[in-house]
């Protein structure tokens, strides 16, 4: 269709201020990969055709009648924190429907029912936030936490370090209301209010939890809720010897301490770290020096409870296991943190140790990009140490060096390597993440814990589940979005996957 008859009826849809065709509203922001094919080649571009910012339930519903009769691709968008290219616009015309704008209200927080209505574009730490204020919290707490929104959340099952204790957003989701691709308004879930326990029907909430955008579009948002641990105590324990820090945490897992946070960090993650506690120094955002010790391997510890004494028992336990003659011989470094304002840092710090080598570096003087299928992969957790150790073997035999951390109690492991988008390079990094991903597979694993498919990792889905799951995928996707609107080309749910995932045929350099 003609793009000034797409714009001028989402303007009489939503109104001039909630429409943009502006080249600053419309680029790909935060896909590292996409800014840096952009950069180099002339041809590409995941530029949306359109920015909407809706207002309600109801400009939903018409622009999502006016697309699905005349075949316009439109992408939910909540942060735009994702890393797997699940907003990035791959056919022209693309809508960008936008919810941080003013689709951003709590709407409801019910402690009788533990539970709390929201719309799609409210921010993680705000529900915290005003959840805190009545001693609750929202437990499925991810990554990205001090960035993302609810609606993110839900459309790619998010999760995070504490998913082992807490579990992920599908675990809380008690309902939703959805927006499908003709328009239609449904209610999954909670539909009737009040009710505990029901199995009437499919369970579609759990079908729209992590389907990226591609099934229907969130307008409301049920939650579970529960009552905040009001004790916690957190130890970071480094280890000379990175066998012994893998026999720990066995060990720790058969202790059954009440664990929140029980993380690996290899020593270039705990220099990010230490580098970032400089950084907030240097601001005036934190009073002290603090410093992590950086041995071979280092775990980052956090005991919770609603009972201080059983958080100190707990924390006797630890100690004495760490302090036993199994540890003797080269015994760990230990840094106990026990007063709420020094845990923060800790985890702050955890949280943005990636920002805090990037400080220590010199800018690229070519475009970077994440290996994108290596950076969230999961291993039966007692696989976690193998995995640890051959992948070490790949990365080192292909000259990568990644950083590496891991939620090791559900094993979940991450690795960050960002690499110079050179014609020499695109085919080792090609290289590199399909023997990573053998590897991944040949333990038993998958291709993501956390950040989903979107548009980078699809082209790997069919290698995991087979041919006859991904058809049944496509199944599903036909039956709800029969004209193939809602986020195109992501999840490998299209017969065509985009040739750009392969970095191949990417045309004329700049």
Same mark, same amino acid.
């Given at each position: 269709?003609?793009?000034?008859?797409?714009?001028?009826?989402?303007? #009489?849809?939503?109104?001039?201020?909630?429409?943009?065709?502006? #080249?600053?509203?419309?680029?790909?922001?935060?896909?590292?990969?996409?800014?840096?094919?952009?950069?180099?080649?002339?041809?590409?571009?995941?530029?949306?055709?359109?920015?909407?910012?809706?207002?309600?339930?109801?400009?939903?519903?018409?622009?999502?009648?006016?697309?699905?009769?005349?075949?316009?691709?439109?992408?939910?968008?909540?942060?735009?924190?994702?890393?797997?290219?699940?907003?990035?616009?791959?056919?022209?015309?693309?809508?960008?429907?936008?919810?941080?704008?003013?689709?951003?209200?709590?709407?409801?927080?019910?402690?009788?029912?533990?539970?709390?209505?929201?719309?799609?574009?409210?921010?993680?730490?705000?529900?915290?936030?005003?959840?805190?204020?009545?001693?609750?919290?929202?437990?499925?707490?991810?990554?990205?936490?001090?960035?993302?929104?609810?609606?993110?959340?839900?459309?790619?099952?998010?999760?995070?370090?504490?998913?082992?204790?807490?579990?992920?957003?599908?675990?809380?989701?008690?309902?939703?209301?959805?927006?499908?691709?003709?328009?239609?308004?449904?209610?999954?879930?909670?539909?009737?209010?009040?009710?505990?326990?029901?199995?009437?029907?499919?369970?579609?909430?759990?079908?729209?939890?992590?389907?990226?955008?591609?099934?229907?579009?969130?307008?409301?948002?049920?939650?579970?809720?529960?009552?905040?641990?009001?004790?916690?105590?957190?130890?970071?324990?480094?280890?000379? #010897?990175? #066998?012994?820090?893998?026999?720990?945490?066995?060990?720790?897992?058969?202790?059954?301490?009440?664990?929140?946070?029980?993380?690996?960090?290899?020593?270039?993650?705990?220099?990010?770290?230490?580098?970032?506690?400089?950084?907030?120094?240097?601001?005036?955002?934190?009073?002290?020096?603090?410093?992590?010790?950086?041995?071979?391997?280092?775990?980052?510890?956090?005991?919770?409870?609603?009972?201080?004494?059983?958080?100190?028992?707990?924390?006797?336990?630890?100690?004495?296991?760490?302090?036993?003659?199994?540890?003797?011989?080269?015994?760990?470094?230990? +840094?106990?943190?026990?007063?709420?304002?020094?845990?923060?840092?800790?985890?702050?710090?955890?949280?943005?140790?990636?920002?805090?080598?990037?400080?220590?570096?010199?800018?690229?003087?070519?475009?970077?990009?994440?290996?994108?299928?290596?950076?969230?992969?999961?291993?039966?957790?007692?696989?976690?140490?193998?995995?640890?150790?051959?992948?070490?073997?790949?990365?080192?035999?292909?000259?990568?060096?990644?950083?590496?951390?891991?939620?090791?109690?559900?094993?979940?492991?991450?690795?960050?390597?960002?690499?110079?988008?050179?014609?020499?390079?695109?085919?080792?990094?090609?290289?590199?993440?399909?023997?990573? +991903?053998?590897?991944?597979?040949?333990?038993?694993?998958?291709?993501?814990?956390?950040?989903?498919?979107?548009?980078?990792?699809?082209?790997?889905?069919?290698?995991?589940?087979?041919?006859?799951?991904?058809?049944?995928?496509?199944?599903?996707?036909?039956?709800?979005?029969?004209?193939?609107?809602?986020?195109?080309?992501?999840?490998?749910?299209?017969?065509?996957?985009?040739?750009?995932?392969?970095?191949?045929?990417?045309?004329?350099?700049?």
């Amino acid at each position: 269709m003609n793009k000034d008859e797409i714009y001028n009826k989402l303007v #009489d849809i939503c109104g001039k201020n909630d429409v943009s065709i502006d #080249d600053a509203d419309l680029i790909a922001t935060g896909d590292w990969i996409a800014k840096g094919l952009e950069a180099i080649y002339k041809d590409i571009s995941f530029k949306a055709g359109f920015l909407v910012t809706p207002k309600n339930k109801e400009e939903i519903i018409k622009i999502l009648n006016y697309a699905n009769d005349n075949k316009i691709p439109i992408i939910p968008r909540a942060a735009n924190t994702s890393y797997g290219g699940q907003v990035l616009p791959v056919y022209p015309n693309t809508i960008m429907m936008d919810f941080g704008k003013n689709m951003n209200k709590i709407l409801e927080i019910n402690l009788d029912e533990e539970d709390c209505v929201v719309e799609p574009g409210v921010e993680f730490w705000y529900l915290q936030h005003e959840l805190a204020k009545k001693g609750y919290f929202f437990p499925a707490e991810p990554g990205s936490a001090f960035a993302c929104m609810i609606g993110g959340m839900v459309g790619n099952n998010a999760s995070g370090a504490t998913s082992f204790r807490f579990g992920t957003t599908r675990d809380y989701t008690k309902g939703l209301e959805v927006v499908l691709a003709n328009g239609k308004v449904i209610r999954t879930g909670n539909h009737r209010k009040g009710t505990e326990k029901s199995v009437s029907g499919y369970d579609l909430t759990s079908l729209f939890v992590g389907s990226e955008g591609t099934l229907g579009i969130f307008t409301e948002i049920t939650l579970k809720i529960q009552p905040y641990p009001k004790h916690e105590v957190s130890i970071v324990v480094s280890f000379g #010897d990175v #066998d012994k820090c893998f026999e720990a945490i066995e060990r720790i897992r058969d202790l059954g301490v009440n664990l929140a946070l029980l993380e690996y960090a290899d020593e270039m993650t705990l220099d990010g770290m230490n580098k970032n506690f400089k950084f907030q120094l240097k601001q005036g955002k934190i009073k002290k020096k603090m410093k992590v010790p950086k041995k071979a391997g280092t775990l980052l510890i956090k005991i919770i409870g609603t009972n201080e004494k059983n958080v100190k028992q707990d924390l006797e336990s630890l100690q004495n296991l760490l302090n036993s003659e199994l540890f003797a011989e080269n015994p760990p470094k230990t +840094l106990l943190l026990d007063t709420p304002i020094d845990q923060e840092i800790l985890w702050n710090a955890r949280h943005n140790a990636g920002p805090g080598l990037a400080r220590s570096m010199a800018p690229p003087t070519l475009p970077r990009m994440f290996i994108p299928a290596i950076l969230d992969i999961a291993v039966p957790p007692k696989k976690v140490p193998e995995f640890l150790k051959k992948a070490k073997e790949i990365s080192t035999s292909y000259g990568f060096l990644p950083v590496t951390f891991g939620h090791v109690m559900d094993g979940n492991v991450h690795l960050i390597s960002a690499q110079n988008m050179t014609d020499e390079n695109m085919p080792k990094i090609k290289g590199f993440q399909e023997k990573i +991903l053998d590897l991944v597979f040949s333990l038993g694993g998958t291709i993501t814990a956390e950040h989903g498919i979107g548009l980078w990792k699809q082209g790997f889905l069919e290698k995991e589940f087979g041919k006859e799951t991904i058809e049944a995928m496509r199944m599903i996707k036909r039956a709800f979005d029969p004209n193939n609107i809602l986020n195109p080309g992501k999840m490998a749910l299209s017969e065509e996957i985009p040739k750009i995932i392969n970095f191949e045929e990417l045309g004329e350099k700049r």
